[in-house]
């Protein structure tokens, strides 16, 4: 059951991504752009509209005491906020400004095809896999 409802989830989550537009690098490098005078808002739009159904998760899940799926809602990985996790938010923010896209727009782009998105995923994928082999994750 946890592993339809993760596949249901991720397909609703790709397929809101395709019809916003957000799997489009140009999309998203035009939200970014902001001196220039083509500043491209959709994004915003797009961040301001999923907040609504993030709203209502949150509220619901206030009053469970354990997910449907699990046994308890996950916390964060680590309380505090330390050099790994700045250094690790900044190369995100570098790779998303240079190229336009992250992880979950790249997967979704790949539903479409081009040279360029199975480029940037299998990079992302080879980046993922020596980050785990240089710096595993505390525990």
């Known amino acids: 059951m946890r592993i339809l409802v993760s596949l249901v989830?991720?397909?609703?989550?790709?397929?809101?991504l395709t019809l916003s537009d957000m799997i489009d690098p140009?999309?998203?490098?035009?939200?970014l752009r902001v001196a220039g005078g083509a500043w491209d808002p959709?994004?915003?739009?797009?961040?301001?509209?999923a907040l609504i159904p993030m709203a209502i998760a949150w509220a619901v899940s206030r009053r469970l005491t354990a997910?449907?799926?699990?046994e308890s809602f996950p916390g964060p990985a680590s309380p505090t906020i330390d050099a790994r996790l700045l250094a690790g938010s900044a190369l995100f923010g570098v790779g998303w400004g240079l190229v336009g896209f992250c992880p979950?727009?790249?997967?979704?782009?790949l539903g479409l095809g081009g040279v360029p998105v199975l480029i940037f995923v299998a990079a992302m994928l080879a980046g993922f896999w020596i980050a785990g082999r240089i710096a595993p994750r505390p525990g």
């Open 67 to 70: 997910p449907a799926c699990g």
């Open 26 to 31: 140009a999309r998203v490098l035009g939200f």
């Open 9 to 16: 989830s991720g397909l609703l989550f790709g397929l809101g």
């Open 104 to 109: 979950g727009p790249a997967f979704a782009a």
């Open 42 to 49: 959709t994004l915003a739009f797009v961040m301001g509209g």
